[in-house]
């Protein structure tokens, strides 16, 4: 099970940090991502980390701003998101997969076994 938490409201040009918690096995076995959804759209692909943490995948609109981390003894991992923007307002879940291979980059939604459910973040301009 996993639990996504720390959205909220927040200026343009401000910071949060995003966690997803998980429960029930350890999280150092899956590989984890982060999607976001806007309004009418389909989920799209922020960020994917390999269950050792050693590879991370970013989307090219948050390549600079946004960092993925994971702390496997906390069966957490992190999006860490700075220099916020209005368009950066979705709704924002994780998820993982077993078995991932750390050369890939795993962007689409359908490559993940579990789901969270999502912690939604607003920028205001």
């Known amino acids: 099970q996993l639990q996504a938490f720390g959205g909220g409201l927040v200026q343009a040009g401000g910071s949060l940090r995003l966690s997803c918690a998980a429960s029930?096995?350890?999280?150092?076995?899956?590989?984890a991502g982060w999607f976001r959804q806007f309004p009418g759209k389909e989920r799209e692909f922020v960020g994917f980390i390999s269950w050792s943490g050693g590879s991370t995948y970013l989307a090219d609109s948050v390549k600079g701003r946004f960092t993925i981390s994971r702390d496997n003894a906390k069966n957490t991992v992190y999006l860490q998101m700075h220099s916020l923007k209005p368009e950066d307002t979705a709704v924002y879940y994780c998820a993982a997969r077993r078995n991932s291979n750390a050369s890939i980059r795993y962007a689409s939604q359908y490559e993940y076994n579990y789901w969270g459910q999502g912690t939604l973040v607003t920028v205001s301009s």
């Open positions: 029930g096995r350890p999280f150092s076995n899956y590989g």
